[in-house]
């Protein structure tokens, strides 16, 4: 065994680098500390090994190893029902819920970074092991670190919208955001609120593409999630007519938000709007459809 | 909420004009309309739904 010691470690220590590397908790406070940390942790910890420990079996001719992977890769998809459930627990705690969508695409991106860590391990034995060099070990476990963090950043909200403020404005029961009607309000109290604190948005999609991803309710509930994440949410669990919503006009494609924050703050909401993740689920591009392509760009 | 709720369900009806609404809905008659934009705010609490103005004699309250 001894020639496959430092290979061996090299993979587990980056390995376990690369997964730490990847887990990172912003303002949206997830995966939680201390627990959720060590949870992850613990669990990119056995990928990398996993991942590394394959390779001498396979040196070895221990062919069966191979199947060593298929029951990490099982166990990793329990990692992504794990996540689910907890995320879809607590969504039914929250002012305003992530939304379905939103949950699946953190439990796969956990998922998925597991098996970066297993990729990253064994990538980086069997390096090591052929080469026997243990620095052009170290430089592919860096290289594919840098790789993988590259390849995780998907796209930001930013980029397929124009996110731009609107004016809030009631005629008669009615709320708009623009020229898109958002709900009809009976309360007047709530009406005076609704003016009062109040902050109306509108995205106008950058393409054909963005207009589908953006009509996704996933997507939108995303949006709002993350807004009230960001700047707090004004209401409370009896008060519907303050929940926050978004609303599409079906000519262009265009979402008005409608949103009663905390911290009444529109560059910060403009911002945090820039941010918001496009979900790997609600991603559409008919444009790349056959039928699409073979008319041409008629329609753009 | 428990997913049993009902969802998009009339809770009751805030009228001044009893003559205009019927059927099996809580059916609440007041005398103005300013009677009611003082209660409605406690029937949206009671009851979980939002208070929707349908013209100037009839509001609904709707859980969404």
Not at chain 1, 61 to 66: I, L, P
Not at chain 1, 231 to 242: A, E, I, M, T
């Given at each position: 065994m001894g020639q496959y010691t430092l290979p061996v470690l090299l993979g587990i220590l980056f390995g376990f680098v690369g997964r730490v590397v990847l887990l990172k908790s912003d303002y949206r406070h997830y995966?939680?500390?201390?627990h959720g940390m060590i949870i992850h942790l613990t669990l990119g910890f056995i990928a990398a090994s996993l991942g590394s420990i394959a390779v001498p079996a396979i040196m070895e001719?221990?062919?069966?190893?191979?199947t060593f992977l298929a029951v990490a890769a099982q166990h990793f998809r329990e990692v992504r029902n794990m996540e689910r459930e907890t995320l879809t627990r607590m969504d039914q705690m929250e002012l305003v819920s992530r939304g379905t969508t939103y949950i699946e695409g953190i439990a796969m991106t956990f998922e998925g970074r597991n098996y970066m860590a297993i990729l990253i391990a064994l990538l980086t034995t069997v390096v090591t092991t052929l080469s026997q060099r243990w620095w052009l070990g170290v430089l592919v476990a860096l290289g594919s670190i840098a790789a993988a963090l590259y390849l995780k950043s998907g796209k930001e909200l930013g980029s397929i919208a124009e996110i731009r403020p609107a004016r809030i404005r009631i005629e008669g029961a009615d709320l708009y955001v623009d020229d898109i009607h958002i709900m009809n309000v009976g309360l007047e109290i709530s009406r005076e609120l609704i003016m009062k604190q109040g902050l109306g948005l509108i995205l106008k999609p950058k393409s054909i593409d963005s207009v589908v991803t953006l009509s996704n309710l996933g997507q939108r509930q995303a949006i709002l999630h993350d807004l009230a994440m960001g700047?707090?949410?004004?209401?409370?669990?009896?008060?519907?007519?303050?929940v926050p919503l978004t609303r599409r006009d079906?000519?262009?494609g265009r979402i008005a938000i409608f949103f009663l924050p905390q911290i009444k703050d529109m560059e910060e909401a403009i911002d945090i709007l820039q941010r918001v993740p496009v979900l790997e689920n609600a991603v559409r591009v008919p444009t790349q459809s056959d039928a699409h392509l073979e008319r041409g760009s008629v329609h753009e | 909420m428990s997913n049993t709720t009902l969802e998009k369900y009339i809770l009751a009806v805030l009228t001044?004009?009893?003559?205009?609404v019927t059927g099996g809905v809580p059916i609440f008659v007041f005398q103005s309309k300013e009677e009611i934009q003082e209660k409605i705010g406690m029937f949206e609490s009671i009851l979980g739904g939002m208070g929707h103005q349908l013209d100037h004699e009839i509001y609904l309250v709707v859980r969404h």
């Open positions: 995966p939680t500390h201390p001719r221990e062919y069966t190893a191979v700047l707090g949410v004004y209401r409370d669990d009896d008060k519907p007519s303050l079906l000519n262009d | 001044t004009n009893p003559n205009r």
